[in-house]
């Protein structure tokens, strides 16, 4: 009976807010509802690349090798979602990721530059599914050798060679050594790593599965010489495609934000809602995680991975915004 009135003390006292509210407030780490991580530690891995350890609090899942999370960072009033490889183990203490400063780049650059020691940042639930069995290949570029270090710190395969090319000073350089793999850099000041290279560096490619993540040229080629050999090939964007560009855009109508933004059509309807100022949800920013779905009431959006146009005369309409482009004036119930 005097749990019973505690409780209802408890809750009118902190009516409107819920118990989570609560809990966060004392310990953000502590909210389930929203999943927050505290940066424990920086350290530099690359002349632009950042390594970030990070302590998760009680809303976070878990993860399995090769997956990737998104990170909420506040930046000018508003919160931006990216999406990261996860580099450290699922049985690791600490999250890790590695974010490379990209020219221009908002979040990078905050990530990679600016955050510190004690930072809090957003955390989205792992996702993805990179991963493959049996005997590896593994070919990364640049920054994309962080699905490649989840992977192999997760203890996914036991033979794996990992064929990685850099320019100049390498990411995470120093940590390559210490993998469970048979590792070969490629130095790309010299010219960029061809297919061609692989029967001097990994005579049995043909028999392995191939794992690719870096430069959209690197992932191009590599899939064509996977494809052309009968190799199976899994890959790692961290970039869309290039878009396919047709028509002339228009007027974007987010109904729920009261938000109206000019849109070309080339331009994703996620980022034109941004600009205008309209709080939008999103993650990967690439057509994966479908978090940024809304329901087309108006007009017609066109998919820039596919070019197909999909009209809200079709019926219960529902459009990814992050690879959608106005395909003239259009609202989506945002
Ligand atoms: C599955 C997945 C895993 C990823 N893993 C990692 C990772 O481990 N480490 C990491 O550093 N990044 C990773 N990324 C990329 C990351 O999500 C962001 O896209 C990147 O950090 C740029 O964000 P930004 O806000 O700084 O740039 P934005 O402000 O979004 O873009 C600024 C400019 O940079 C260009 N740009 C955007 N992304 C890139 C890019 N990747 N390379 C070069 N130019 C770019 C844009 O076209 C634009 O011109 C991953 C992405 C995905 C989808
Ligand atoms: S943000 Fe992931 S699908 Fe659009």
Redesign the pocket.
Known sequence: MIAGVLARATRALTTPLLPDDCLAFVNPLWSVRVPRGRIVATRPVGPS?TELTLRTGAGWGGHRPGQ?VGLGVDLGGRR?W????I?SAPTDEHLT????????????????RVARPGDLVGLGPAA?G?TAEGSLLMISGG?GI??MLGLLRGGTADDVVLVHSGRGAHVHADDLAGLPATVHRHDSTTGHLRPADLDALVPDWRSRTMLVCGPAGMLETFTAAAAAAGVPCVV????PPEPVAAGTGGTVTFTTSGVTAEADAVTPLLRAGEDAGALLPSG???G?CHTCVGRLTAGAVRNLHTGELETADDGEVVVRTCVSAAAGDCAVDL
């Open positions: 690349t990737h931006h990216r999406t990261y490889s580099t990721v590695s974010v490379t400063a990209v020219p221009d780049g908002s979040v990078s650059t905050h990530l990679a993805g990179f920054s962080t699905p790692e964007r961290f970039r990967c920013r690439m994966i």
